[in-house]
């Protein structure tokens, strides 16, 4: 719902819109039912910040695999079971990637750089899911086909501000195996892939 503030000084034609409360996301697309509840399910433990129960979803021999760009290569970091598991506490960095333009390296913690995912805004002011459709198009190449053929992929989707002419957009995709599942019967998720308009 929108309210219009009429509370603008004398002689101006000055008005605010305010959104007095969040629009629900609009979905796009289709996946499974299962898919869909355990991708809602890791967003809400990123955003928890109870980042080592993830390991709930993570298949103990491929591991997962996060992306700080749409593009996965084979330099891209690949977590083990007890490594997610063990995030809470696990004091080892990473090399994640690079940064976007200035190419300094992005080097965290596991619980740094998933905390890192959970703030960004393709999870905190989703405007759209994908299910099984791609939102973001930049101009990095999305490759999950390529590394995961035949997946699953929840897309959470920020349309970006009309302050930067949309191009602040940001997505975070979640890749699952749509066929199998974890020991402890969870949908495997294969990856954590964040996507966004870059130079």
Same mark, same amino acid.
């Given at each position: 719902?929108?309210?219009?503030?009429?509370?603008?000084?004398?002689?101006?034609?000055?008005?605010?819109?305010?959104?007095? &409360?969040?629009?629900?996301?609009?979905?796009?697309?289709? +996946?499974?039912a299962s898919i869909a509840g355990a991708a809602d399910r890791v967003r809400e433990l990123l955003g928890s910040g109870d980042? %080592?129960?993830?390991? &709930?979803?993570?298949?103990?021999?491929?591991?997962?695999?996060?992306?700080?760009?749409?593009?996965?290569?084979?330099?891209? @970091?690949?977590? !083990?079971?007890?490594? +997610?598991?063990? !995030?809470?506490?696990?004091? %080892?960095?990473?090399?994640?990637?690079?940064?976007?333009?200035?190419?300094?390296?992005?080097? &965290?913690t596991i619980r740094q750089r998933l905390r890192a995912v959970a703030g960004d805004t393709g999870l905190t002011s989703t405007d759209a899911i994908g299910y099984d459709v791609r939102l973001?198009?930049?101009?990095?190449?999305?490759?999950?086909?390529?590394?995961?053929?035949? !997946?699953?992929?929840?897309?959470?989707?920020?349309?970006?501000?009309?302050?930067?002419?949309?191009?602040?957009?940001? !997505?975070?995709?979640?890749?699952?195996?749509? &066929?199998?599942?974890? @020991?402890?019967?969870?949908?495997?998720?294969?990856?954590?892939?964040?996507?966004?308009?870059?130079?």
């Amino acid at each position: 719902m929108w309210c219009v503030s009429d509370r603008a000084p004398a002689g101006s034609i000055w008005r605010s819109f305010v959104r007095s &409360e969040p629009r629900p996301p609009i979905t796009i697309g289709s +996946v499974d039912a299962s898919i869909a509840g355990a991708a809602d399910r890791v967003r809400e433990l990123l955003g928890s910040g109870d980042v %080592a129960t993830l390991s &709930e979803h993570v298949d103990p021999d491929r591991g997962l695999t996060v992306s700080v760009h749409a593009s996965i290569t084979e330099t891209t @970091p690949v977590l !083990s079971l007890a490594q +997610v598991a063990g !995030s809470a506490t696990d004091s %080892a960095t990473l090399l994640w990637g690079y940064t976007d333009g200035e190419g300094a390296p992005i080097v &965290e913690t596991i619980r740094q750089r998933l905390r890192a995912v959970a703030g960004d805004t393709g999870l905190t002011s989703t405007d759209a899911i994908g299910y099984d459709v791609r939102l973001g198009f930049g101009n990095s190449i999305d490759n999950i086909d390529h590394w995961f053929p035949g !997946s699953s992929v929840v897309e959470y989707h920020f349309d970006g501000t009309s302050l930067y002419g949309d191009f602040d957009w940001s !997505s975070v995709r979640f890749v699952f195996d749509a &066929e199998a599942e974890t @020991p402890s019967g969870r949908p495997v998720l294969l990856a954590i892939v964040q996507d966004t308009w870059t130079i």
